[in-house]
């Protein structure tokens, strides 16, 4: 009796092109980061709007680069280029080809920090107000929501939605903080989403009311 094994194949390429939402489930963290960037938007970072020089990357995917590197552990802009090529989460951010050199992710830091740091706040606020924040770097959340509603604890509310964005911006320059010194550790926990918001369409529409809080407590704070 012969041993049947699957036939693996690296050699052979594809005859039609892959669908790069097929690479990782529903349920993954990059979903969830990709989907809340372009809610959040790009629109304070720096490109060159005169159209000379190289092509540049997109700010939302950059953001996007570095914001699921730095919750999942990668802080070096050398390791954050090497996963471009290995991490198939990485080059799905990155749309499969484009692999940003080191130099280019860490001058987009540098040059767009604040930017970066008010992105990166608003992106762990959305997903704490989801309740899927469980650990990034010192950040540790109870995930309870604060809802921007009318009630008489409203003001109680407010106040408490501006110490916890004050909280969450403390944490975000550690993290940056951590990227410009690249000590390359790794963190213990990431981010998980629950089964609830693991399908884009429910995601979406998840990101879109957290998003809608989210502003009313940043109008508040």
Not at 113 to 134: S, V
Request: hydrophobic letters at 40%; charged letters at 30%.
């Amino acid at each position: 009796m012969s041993v049947r094994l699957v036939n693996i194949d690296r050699a052979t390429p594809m005859l039609f092109p892959a669908d790069m939402r097929e690479w990782l489930p529903e349920n993954h963290l990059v979903h969830f980061v990709v989907d809340a960037v372009n809610q959040i938007g790009a629109g304070k970072f720096k490109v060159n709007n005169r159209g000379t020089g190289s092509e540049q990357y997109p700010p939302e995917m950059m953001l996007a680069l570095l914001i699921y590197s730095y919750a999942t552990g990668r802080f070096g802009s050398r390791t954050i280029e090497a996963a471009t090529y290995t991490d198939v989460a990485v080059r799905y951010i990155c749309g499969g080809a484009a692999h940003p050199d080191h130099s280019v992710i860490c001058a987009f830091r540098k040059d767009n920090k604040e930017a970066f740091e008010e992105a990166f706040t608003k992106i762990l606020l959305l997903a704490r107000q989801l309740k899927k924040l469980k650990k990034v770097g010192g950040i540790s959340v109870d995930g309870t929501k604060i809802k921007a509603n009318a009630s008489k604890h409203k003001a109680v509310s407010y106040k408490r939605a501006g110490e916890i964005i004050s909280e969450l911006e403390a944490e975000v320059q550690k993290l940056t903080k951590m990227a410009e010194e690249a000590d390359g550790k790794g963190l213990e926990e990431g981010l998980s989403l629950p089964d609830e918001i693991r399908r884009r369409e429910e995601r979406r529409a998840a990101l879109e009311s957290a998003r809608a809080e989210m502003e009313e407590m940043y109008r508040e704070a």
